[in-house]
């Protein structure tokens, strides 16, 4: 009966209007039925909660992950844009390419390059990189070369130091470790003394480097039991990791020269220098700043000094040379309109083993910029 | 049944009413487990066939409130499965976990089966699938999780034959 009776009830309410079923509806929902959704509205909160832990985690982990990316984007992003920036300066006769490192015994003195014959590589090509000379191609494919890097037995290029009054050949430097990277200057004559820090660049002789490219920087000496020369220990410009993207240049671009493509940076510096002391503004507040102490009778600081203290030229820099020479003493590369007077070749200098050459050129001899006007018995001194 | 036998049910009964309104939302399966069904098969089987109808009915028509376009269907399902699990009791309740998990198998898909087809809420390929494919799976996971039940609470249930 009670079975019956529920059926009935169950289909009455069933069919039940709208007017009558809401109410009742409501009714339960109000009264015996709130707690239980309440139970519900807090399972429900619980498991949002837990799925949005689920979906912040994930995404905080794939930041992460990215986050982690960034130094390595951010290194390749500079390197890229150097690389441009060497494009340009270069103008001409060059070609880019990736070095596609291998990970076999021997792989660490040669390199895979990503472009052959096809682009107009050939061998003994000069491979450089932003910061300077990598080496030279060895063999060429049509789509891929292989390049010497400076760490290879083979590759003694002919180096000078940077105001060319010091010249050797480049060797590896036979070591174990982190020290098998760095490179040596060999028949360096005993009276040319480096510093250390001081840049070595190719000397342009031999003919398959042109002159100016950055090699190294001067560690350190090292004794050795030649007495009539000196051996340096160089840190390479381009250290071994930075070697991914490279410009193989030709050699029509290689016979007309690059000296100034690596010191523009430098010459930047200098030039800004000399304008910051040249500059109108500048003089014109110190004239009036002199006027007006000439007026109230201070006659001490009469004479204008050499710029604005805001604006002061570079500091003097000291030379890295200081031996005697028989060359009279060259000043750093800056000025690109000056004229190239011969010189004589110097002393006991080995050949590179790649091409034998004439007679060398002369190592670029630049006088000092011309003082800019209306400051009168100052000397500049332009930072290398 | 006695008095600390009714009481003992009525406990399992309230937890399974718990569990439904809170574990089942927290899992959110496409399939899920329904602890009404099974606190009203297990209330039937200590209960008369008429007194479980009426168990089943206030259940569901407690449980249509929330869903007032079906008011009546389940109400009406779980008076029917109420009342026939209370019908068959000495066969639904045999001491064999296996059969008692068929049983809650049955249960679950047959409320499903008549709930669905009096709220009309479904039609064609909808309903076809419903019925063929997740109310199947949502019957099994309730067997299971009957079983599992019926294994944990044995020491609290006395299974009781009138």
Not at chain 1, 76 to 86: A, G, Q, T, Y
Not at chain 1, 254 to 260: K, L, Y
Request: charged share 15%; glycine share 8%.
């Amino acid at each position: 009966m009670l079975f019956v009776l529920c059926i009935v009830f169950a289909i009455a309410a069933r069919l039940l209007p709208e007017t009558i079923r809401d109410p009742i509806a409501a009714t339960l929902r109000q009264t015996i039925v709130r707690p239980l959704v309440s139970l519900q509205a807090s399972a429900e909160r619980t498991r949002s909660s837990w799925l949005n832990y689920e979906r912040l985690s994930v995404s905080r982990d794939s930041i992460a992950l990215r986050a982690m990316q960034v130094p390595a984007l951010e290194s390749e992003n500079e390197r890229l844009r150097r690389l441009l920036s060497l494009g340009s300066r270069l103008g001409w006769g060059f070609v880019a390419a990736e070095a596609l490192h291998g990970q076999a015994i021997g792989d660490e003195t040669t390199v895979a390059l990503s472009v052959g014959s096809d682009a107009g590589v050939r061998r003994y090509a000069p491979v450089v990189a932003p910061e300077g000379l990598v080496g030279t191609v060895q063999s060429v494919d049509p789509g891929t070369s292989v390049a010497l890097l400076w760490g290879h037995p083979q590759f003694r290029p002919s180096a000078m130091s940077a105001d060319g009054s010091a010249f050797g050949i480049i060797h590896p430097h036979a070591s174990e470790g982190a020290e098998g990277f760095l490179l040596e200057l060999r028949g360096v004559q005993f009276r040319s003394a480096l510093d250390t820090g001081s840049l070595v660049v190719t000397s342009g002789l031999g003919g398959v480097f042109p002159a100016g490219i950055p090699i190294g920087t001067v560690v350190g000496e090292i004794k050795t039991t030649e007495l009539w020369a000196r051996t340096y220990l160089l840190r390479p410009a381009v250290p071994p990791p930075d070697v991914r993207s490279v410009m193989i240049m030709s050699q029509q671009r290689s016979a007309a020269g690059v000296q100034q493509i690596w010191t523009i940076s430098k010459a930047d510096s200098a030039a800004r220098g000399i304008a910051r002391a040249g500059d109108s503004l500048s003089r014109r507040d110190q004239a009036l700043a002199t006027a007006a102490r000439i007026a109230r009778g201070d006659t001490t600081s009469a004479t204008l000094p050499v710029a604005a203290s805001a604006t002061a030229p570079s500091p003097p820099v000291k030379r890295p040379i200081t031996a005697p020479r028989t060359q009279p003493p060259p000043r750093a590369v800056t000025d690109t309109t000056a004229t190239k007077p011969p010189v004589a070749p110097p002393p006991a200098v080995r050949p590179d083993t790649i091409v034998t050459s004439p007679p060398p050129t002369a190592p670029p001899v630049i006088p000092p910029p011309p003082p800019p006007p209306g400051v009168a018995g100052v000397s500049f001194t332009v930072p290398v | 049944m006695t008095g600390l036998g009714a009481f003992r049910a009525a406990l399992v009964f309230g937890l399974l009413l718990v569990l439904h309104y809170t574990l089942r939302p927290l899992l959110g399966w496409r399939a899920p487990i329904d602890f009404l069904v099974i606190a009203v098969l297990l209330a039937a089987v200590r209960a008369r066939s008429g007194t479980s109808a009426l168990l089943g009915f206030a259940l569901g028509i407690a449980t249509d409130s929330l869903n007032v376009e079906g008011f009546g269907a389940r109400a009406l399902a779980m008076s029917i499965v109420a009342f026939a699990a209370s019908w068959m009791k000495a066969i639904f309740f045999a001491d064999n976990l296996a059969l008692n998990g068929f049983f809650f198998f049955i249960g679950k898909w047959a409320f499903d089966i008549i709930m669905i087809v009096v709220e009309q809420r479904l039609s064609g390929g909808a309903m076809v699938t419903q019925l063929l494919l997740w109310s199947p799976l949502s019957a099994f996971n309730t067997a299971v999780a009957g079983v599992v039940l019926l294994i944990v609470l044995r020491p609290v249930l006395e299974p009781s034959r009138t």
